[in-house]
């Protein structure tokens, strides 16, 4: 059925990192109704591989962030929100160079993927650095985080294990396990 969409929406909340919509919806069998939905301006995310990628030796940069959410220190490949009208690739970018101050030579787009779908708006855009130059980090001052390189195949292993249990991180490290195994 045509026609189905948002029909109105009101704002709830307005904050730093995101913002809560109650949206009226026409749903494709013509019914209606409210749903709340949690704005986001979407974030990029880096795999950011040390050593040219290949399976048996290379090492990834990963973050150990504390999360007040999680509860704890989770492990986490680098990423960050999109500046308003700001470019996924830049954002990923800026992102490396604050969170490890790494730059990168070479970035390959790997996916992009919608986090929450019943209820956010926010999407991931998920690279591949690869020429890493070493630099200077600068942290926001809410970022309480850890460098951490780690073998590659390390990396897949703590996901699998559960030792990683970042969405972003998960999908960045599996994707870049595809892209190895594809030749």
Same mark, same amino acid.
Do not use: N
């Given at each position: 059925?045509?026609?189905?969409? @948002?029909? *109105?929406?009101? =704002?709830?909340?307005?904050? @730093? !990192?995101?913002? !809560?919509?109650?949206?009226t ?10 749903? $709340? ?14 050593? $040219? ?5 290379? =090492?990834?940069?990963?973050? %150990? ?15 960050? %929100?999109?500046? /308003? ?7 990923? @970018? %800026? /992102?490396? %160079? $604050? ?29 591949? *650095? ?14 309480i ?8 195949? =390390? *990396?897949? /292993?703590?996901? =699998? ?18 892209r190895?195994? *594809?030749?």
């Amino acid at each position: 059925m045509s026609g189905t969409g @948002r029909l *109105a929406t009101r =704002r709830v909340y307005s904050g @730093r !990192v995101i913002s !809560v919509d109650v949206d009226t919806v026409r749903f494709p069998d013509g019914s209606t109704g409210d749903l $709340e939905m949690v704005r986001h301006p979407g974030a990029s995310a880096v795999v950011p591989f040390l050593d $040219e990628p290949g399976w048996d030796d290379a =090492r990834v940069l990963l973050i %150990r962030q504390y999360r007040y959410a999680a509860g704890g220190h989770v492990y986490e490949i680098p990423a960050g %929100r999109l500046d /308003e009208g700001e470019d996924p690739e830049h954002c990923a @970018r %800026r /992102e490396l %160079r $604050e969170e490890t101050g790494y730059s990168c030579s070479a970035l390959t787009r790997l996916t992009t993927f919608h986090t929450t779908p019943g209820f956010t708006d926010e999407r991931i855009h998920i690279f591949m *650095a690869t020429g890493l130059s070493e630099g200077l980090s600068s942290p926001e001052a809410d970022e309480i985080l850890e460098i951490h390189p780690v073998p590659f195949k =390390r *990396a897949l /292993e703590m996901t =699998r294990s559960g030792e990683i249990v970042d969405g972003k991180t998960m999908v960045g490290l599996f994707l870049a396990e595809s892209r190895f195994l *594809a030749g």
